[in-house]
Protein backbone atom coordinates (compact mmCIF):
# COMPACT_ATOMS: atom_id res chain seq x y z
CA UNK A 1 0.00 0.00 0.00
CA UNK A 2 1.42 3.74 -0.72
CA UNK A 3 2.65 5.60 2.13
CA UNK A 4 3.70 8.76 3.21
CA UNK A 5 7.20 8.36 0.61
CA UNK A 6 5.31 6.75 -2.00
CA UNK A 7 2.92 9.49 -1.94
CA UNK A 8 5.77 11.90 -1.37
CA UNK A 9 7.14 10.43 -4.65
CA UNK A 10 3.37 10.97 -6.63
CA UNK A 11 3.18 14.59 -5.13
CA UNK A 12 7.14 15.68 -6.88
CA UNK A 13 5.98 13.37 -9.80
CA UNK A 14 2.59 16.12 -10.26
CA UNK A 15 4.35 18.85 -9.51
CA UNK A 16 7.08 18.41 -12.35
CA UNK A 17 4.43 17.03 -14.78
CA UNK A 18 1.17 19.46 -14.11
CA UNK A 19 1.95 22.16 -11.87
CA UNK A 20 0.96 25.34 -13.71
CA UNK A 21 -1.04 23.99 -16.76
CA UNK A 22 -4.23 24.35 -17.86
CA UNK A 23 -6.41 21.67 -18.40
CA UNK A 24 -8.11 20.74 -21.45
CA UNK A 25 -10.40 18.23 -20.75
CA UNK A 26 -11.26 15.01 -17.64
CA UNK A 27 -11.97 11.83 -18.96
CA UNK A 28 -13.62 9.02 -16.18
CA UNK A 29 -13.04 5.97 -17.25
CA UNK A 30 -14.05 4.30 -14.19
CA UNK A 31 -16.99 6.33 -12.30
CA UNK A 32 -16.74 4.73 -9.50
CA UNK A 33 -13.53 5.97 -8.69
CA UNK A 34 -15.15 9.00 -8.83
CA UNK A 35 -15.96 9.31 -4.80
CA UNK A 36 -17.75 12.15 -4.05
CA UNK A 37 -19.25 13.74 -7.44
CA UNK A 38 -20.62 12.94 -10.74
CA UNK A 39 -18.20 12.26 -13.50
CA UNK A 40 -19.78 15.17 -15.39
CA UNK A 41 -19.72 17.45 -12.24
CA UNK A 42 -15.99 16.61 -11.96
CA UNK A 43 -15.35 17.42 -15.58
CA UNK A 44 -17.29 20.46 -15.45
CA UNK A 45 -15.17 22.19 -12.07
CA UNK A 46 -11.29 21.30 -13.38
CA UNK A 47 -11.82 21.71 -17.20
CA UNK A 48 -9.84 24.69 -18.36
CA UNK A 49 -8.24 25.49 -14.39
CA UNK A 50 -4.92 25.19 -13.62
CA UNK A 51 -3.22 22.64 -11.56
CA UNK A 52 -1.00 24.93 -8.59
CA UNK A 53 1.67 23.33 -6.47
CA UNK A 54 0.80 19.53 -5.36
CA UNK A 55 0.45 19.17 -1.71
CA UNK A 56 0.67 16.14 0.11
CA UNK A 57 -1.08 15.01 3.74
CA UNK A 58 0.36 11.46 4.73
CA UNK A 59 -1.10 9.58 1.81
CA UNK A 60 -3.48 12.06 0.71
CA UNK A 61 -2.38 13.85 -2.51
CA UNK A 62 -3.48 17.59 -3.00
CA UNK A 63 -4.06 19.30 -6.31
CA UNK A 64 -5.34 22.78 -6.46
CA UNK A 65 -7.16 23.60 -9.49
CA UNK A 66 -8.83 26.76 -9.19
CA UNK A 67 -11.89 27.36 -6.18
CA UNK A 68 -11.55 23.45 -5.73
CA UNK A 69 -8.93 20.69 -5.01
CA UNK A 70 -8.43 17.29 -6.35
CA UNK A 71 -7.95 15.03 -3.85
CA UNK A 72 -6.15 11.26 -4.41
CA UNK A 73 -5.42 8.56 -2.31
CA UNK A 74 -3.99 5.49 -3.81
CA UNK A 75 -5.54 2.56 -1.78
CA UNK A 76 -3.49 -0.89 -2.24
CA UNK A 77 -1.88 -0.02 -5.88
CA UNK A 78 -2.80 3.21 -7.22
CA UNK A 79 0.18 5.32 -8.95
CA UNK A 80 0.37 8.20 -11.33
CA UNK A 81 1.92 8.12 -14.92
CA UNK A 82 2.11 10.78 -17.81
CA UNK A 83 1.72 9.59 -21.11
CA UNK A 84 2.04 11.23 -24.78
CA UNK A 85 -1.68 12.46 -25.87
CA UNK A 86 -1.74 9.76 -28.20
CA UNK A 87 -0.37 6.88 -26.28
CA UNK A 88 -2.77 3.70 -25.70
CA UNK A 89 -4.41 3.63 -22.36
CA UNK A 90 -3.67 1.14 -19.60
CA UNK A 91 -6.66 -1.18 -18.67
CA UNK A 92 -6.09 -0.16 -15.17
CA UNK A 93 -6.39 3.68 -16.20
CA UNK A 94 -9.04 5.11 -14.19
CA UNK A 95 -9.20 8.56 -14.71
CA UNK A 96 -7.35 10.88 -16.95
CA UNK A 97 -6.47 14.75 -17.15
CA UNK A 98 -5.31 16.03 -20.79
CA UNK A 99 -3.12 18.65 -21.15
CA UNK A 100 -1.91 20.28 -24.30
CA UNK A 101 1.47 17.45 -24.76
CA UNK A 102 0.35 15.15 -22.35
CA UNK A 103 -1.77 13.21 -20.04
CA UNK A 104 -1.46 12.73 -16.08
CA UNK A 105 -3.10 9.15 -15.93
CA UNK A 106 -4.32 8.06 -12.31
CA UNK A 107 -4.08 3.93 -12.43
CA UNK A 108 -5.19 1.34 -9.63
CA UNK A 109 -5.49 -1.85 -10.29
CA UNK A 110 -7.87 -3.32 -7.54
CA UNK A 111 -9.66 -0.34 -7.42
CA UNK A 112 -9.17 0.98 -3.55
CA UNK A 113 -8.78 4.14 -2.94
CA UNK A 114 -9.73 6.91 -5.39
CA UNK A 115 -10.66 10.39 -6.08
CA UNK A 116 -12.27 13.35 -4.84
CA UNK A 117 -13.17 17.37 -5.12
CA UNK A 118 -13.29 19.24 -2.46
CA UNK A 119 -14.48 22.96 -2.61
CA UNK A 120 -12.44 24.23 0.92
CA UNK A 121 -10.64 23.01 3.73
CA UNK A 122 -14.09 21.84 5.54
CA UNK A 123 -15.12 19.28 2.70
CA UNK A 124 -11.44 18.83 2.20
CA UNK A 125 -11.72 17.62 6.09
CA UNK A 126 -15.07 15.31 5.09
CA UNK A 127 -13.46 13.27 2.63
CA UNK A 128 -9.58 12.74 4.52
CA UNK A 129 -10.92 12.77 8.28
CA UNK A 130 -9.18 14.33 10.89
CA UNK A 131 -5.87 13.62 9.79
CA UNK A 132 -3.26 14.34 12.69
CA UNK A 133 0.40 15.78 12.16
CA UNK A 134 2.03 14.83 8.67
CA UNK A 135 5.05 12.21 10.25
CA UNK A 136 7.32 13.77 7.92
CA UNK A 137 6.76 17.41 9.74
CA UNK A 138 6.28 15.96 13.63
CA UNK A 139 8.80 17.40 15.60
CA UNK A 140 10.32 15.40 18.81
CA UNK A 141 7.71 17.20 21.65
CA UNK A 142 4.39 16.74 19.56
CA UNK A 143 5.63 13.23 18.76
CA UNK A 144 5.97 13.05 22.58
CA UNK A 145 2.81 14.39 23.21
CA UNK A 146 1.04 12.38 20.96
CA UNK A 147 1.81 9.55 22.80
CA UNK A 148 1.67 10.61 26.01
CA UNK A 149 -2.54 10.54 25.61
CA UNK A 150 -2.15 7.28 23.86
CA UNK A 151 -3.26 3.59 24.71
CA UNK A 152 -2.86 0.35 23.31
CA UNK A 153 -0.24 -0.95 20.89
CA UNK A 154 3.04 1.27 19.28
CA UNK A 155 2.50 0.03 16.05
CA UNK A 156 -1.40 0.56 15.52
CA UNK A 157 -0.59 4.22 17.54
CA UNK A 158 2.30 4.72 14.24
CA UNK A 159 -0.84 3.65 11.83
CA UNK A 160 -3.23 5.61 13.20
CA UNK A 161 -3.96 8.39 10.38
CA UNK A 162 -5.50 10.49 13.67
CA UNK A 163 -2.92 10.59 15.25
CA UNK A 164 0.27 10.96 12.89
CA UNK A 165 -0.64 11.22 9.15
CA UNK A 166 1.24 8.97 6.61
CA UNK A 167 2.90 5.79 8.35
CA UNK A 168 1.56 2.36 7.09
CA UNK A 169 2.32 -1.10 7.27
CA UNK A 170 6.22 -1.53 6.19
CA UNK A 171 7.53 1.67 7.81
CA UNK A 172 5.96 1.43 11.46
CA UNK A 173 7.38 -2.25 10.88
CA UNK A 174 11.16 -0.62 9.64
CA UNK A 175 10.93 2.45 12.54
CA UNK A 176 10.55 -0.20 15.04
CA UNK A 177 12.85 -3.17 13.81
CA UNK A 178 15.99 -0.02 13.73
CA UNK A 179 14.55 0.80 17.18
CA UNK A 180 14.44 -2.69 18.79
CA UNK A 181 10.62 -2.37 19.63
CA UNK A 182 8.19 -4.89 19.48
CA UNK A 183 5.46 -4.13 17.66
CA UNK A 184 2.83 -5.14 19.98
CA UNK A 185 4.30 -3.47 23.07
CA UNK A 186 1.72 -1.18 24.89
CA UNK A 187 2.36 2.79 24.23
CA UNK A 188 2.36 2.94 28.27
CA UNK A 189 5.05 0.51 28.91
CA UNK A 190 7.59 2.40 26.64
CA UNK A 191 10.17 4.85 28.69
CA UNK A 192 11.21 7.73 27.28
CA UNK A 193 14.18 6.64 26.04
CA UNK A 194 12.52 4.06 23.98
CA UNK A 195 10.12 6.27 23.14
CA UNK A 196 12.83 8.94 21.70
CA UNK A 197 14.53 6.27 19.87
CA UNK A 198 11.24 5.52 17.95
CA UNK A 199 11.29 9.11 17.03
CA UNK A 200 14.97 8.93 16.01
CA UNK A 201 14.31 6.26 14.20
CA UNK A 202 11.07 7.60 12.49
CA UNK A 203 13.12 10.79 11.00
CA UNK A 204 16.09 8.63 10.02
CA UNK A 205 13.39 6.00 7.92
CA UNK A 206 11.98 8.77 6.22
CA UNK A 207 15.03 10.87 5.80
CA UNK A 208 16.78 8.33 3.80
CA UNK A 209 14.53 7.18 2.00
CA UNK A 210 13.19 10.15 0.48
CA UNK A 211 15.68 9.82 -2.34
CA UNK A 212 13.81 6.86 -3.20
CA UNK A 213 10.17 7.83 -3.04
CA UNK A 214 9.29 4.46 -1.22
CA UNK A 215 11.34 2.43 1.68
CA UNK A 216 14.21 1.03 -0.05
CA UNK A 217 15.03 -2.72 -0.17
CA UNK A 218 18.66 -2.37 0.90
CA UNK A 219 20.77 -4.83 2.47
CA UNK A 220 20.48 -3.51 6.23
CA UNK A 221 16.68 -2.80 5.73
CA UNK A 222 13.94 -5.20 7.14
CA UNK A 223 11.88 -4.14 4.70
CA UNK A 224 13.97 -6.16 1.74
CA UNK A 225 13.67 -9.58 4.08
CA UNK A 226 9.61 -9.03 4.76
CA UNK A 227 8.64 -10.93 1.96
CA UNK A 228 10.50 -14.22 2.20
CA UNK A 229 8.66 -16.60 4.24
CA UNK A 230 12.17 -18.09 5.85
CA UNK A 231 13.85 -14.47 6.39
CA UNK A 232 16.16 -13.81 9.14
CA UNK A 233 16.86 -10.90 10.98
CA UNK A 234 19.77 -8.38 8.77
CA UNK A 235 21.55 -7.08 12.14
CA UNK A 236 21.18 -10.66 14.27
CA UNK A 237 20.74 -13.50 11.75
CA UNK A 238 17.42 -15.18 13.68
CA UNK A 239 14.28 -16.41 11.65
CA UNK A 240 11.86 -13.02 11.63
CA UNK A 241 8.30 -13.57 13.20
CA UNK A 242 5.27 -12.52 11.61
CA UNK A 243 1.80 -11.95 12.92
CA UNK A 244 -1.44 -10.14 12.88
CA UNK A 245 -0.94 -6.73 14.43
CA UNK A 246 -3.52 -3.68 14.39
CA UNK A 247 -4.88 -5.68 11.11
CA UNK A 248 -2.17 -5.93 9.19
CA UNK A 249 0.58 -8.34 9.03
CA UNK A 250 3.52 -7.29 11.37
CA UNK A 251 7.31 -8.64 10.46
CA UNK A 252 9.71 -8.39 13.84
CA UNK A 253 12.84 -9.91 14.87
CA UNK A 254 11.91 -12.14 18.16
CA UNK A 255 15.42 -11.30 19.32
CA UNK A 256 16.32 -7.69 18.86
CA UNK A 257 12.41 -6.55 19.15
CA UNK A 258 11.38 -9.02 22.58
CA UNK A 259 7.96 -7.84 24.40
Known amino acids: ?43 SALAGQRFGTARRHGKWL ?68 SLGPDAATLGPEKFAALLDARRGGIKAALMDQHLIAGLGNLMSDEILWRARVHPEASVGSLTPHRRQKIYHELRAVIGESSRYGRVPHGRRWLTRMRDDRDASCPRCGSRLSRARVAGRTACWCPRCQRL
Open 1 to 43: MPELLDVEGFRRFAERHVAGRAIRSVHVLDRELVRNRSARSLQ
Open 62 to 129: ILPAGEAELLMHFGMTGALAWAPNDADRHRHDRLVVVFDGGELRYNNMRRFGGVWLARDADERELVTG
